[in-house]
């Protein structure tokens, strides 16, 4: 390796590089909460739902949990998102965006694995609950809000940090549409100087500290609201 040639672009670049944070984390959280909208009634669906209302979300689960994403990418982005965009009553929305792609992508893959993270929270806690809700006089749509969803959500969180992981090891196969993350960039700086070594090291690099972060900061928020006495198999006792 020709450090000499490497280490004044790889400094100069840094500022670049790091600009992809934001867009990663933007990918990251944007895919989380999307997925948490989606995820919960995916869940609700599949413990309380008619039979065909499992069937649906366990199709839904099955198929994005079973294609690629980087598969998921490339139908939106050249596909879906491509064909909506030539639609003259939608063509100024900025359909064929690489971000929205990625983003879209993202959040309904993320919903399909936070969705069974859902579910066996409250496949966790006692059946007892809503029947005694019930003879309380409330309604199942009540006693879910009220009673199960405050509980199964706190009890999610150390699935959370995993998905949160997952999620931002795969936003970088967003580079592959052209969304500028961190990936992206450190790929186009290393093109420069034909030695990737060091620019993948870079991106390694701030991918861990991100992940280390993140994890770090679920498990303060698990501490903070975790139900004394009580706590899925697996997570913090």
């Not at 944007?30 to 009634?41: D, E, K, W």
């Not at 100024?92 to 993320?110: C, E, I, N, Q, R």
């Amino acid at each position: 390796m020709d450090f000499a040639k490497v280490m004044p672009v790889l400094w100069e670049s840094l500022p670049y590089i790091l600009g992809g944070i934001t867009w990663t984390l933007t990918l990251v959280f944007g895919a989380m909460f999307l997925g948490l909208c989606l995820g919960i009634p995916l869940a609700v669906g599949q413990v309380y739902g008619s039979k065909t209302i499992r069937r649906l979300a366990g199709f839904y689960v099955w198929l994005f949990r079973g294609v690629p994403i980087l598969v998921q990418l490339y139908l939106f982005y050249f596909g879906i998102l491509a064909y909506l965009s030539q639609v003259p009553a939608l063509s100024g929305l900025g359909l064929d965006s690489a971000f929205l792609a990625a983003l879209v992508v993202l959040s309904l893959t993320s919903a399909a694995y936070q969705s069974q993270i859902f579910r066996g929270s409250i496949q966790s806690l006692p059946e007892g609950q809503l029947k005694a809700a019930r003879a309380l006089g409330m309604t199942d749509g009540q006693a879910i809000r009220s009673i199960i969803l405050p509980q199964a959500l706190r009890l999610s969180i150390p699935g959370w940090s995993n998905e949160y992981s997952i999620l931002l090891k795969d936003s970088a196969l967003a580079f592959a549409i052209g969304v500028m993350e961190i990936m992206s960039r450190t790929r186009t700086v290393a093109a420069l100087t034909h030695e990737p070594l060091p620019f993948a090291l870079v991106a390694g690099v701030l991918f861990y500290i991100l992940t280390h972060l993140g994890v770090r900061a679920l498990k303060t928020l698990e501490r903070k609201v975790r139900i004394p006495g009580y706590a899925r198999q697996g997570s913090m006792s």
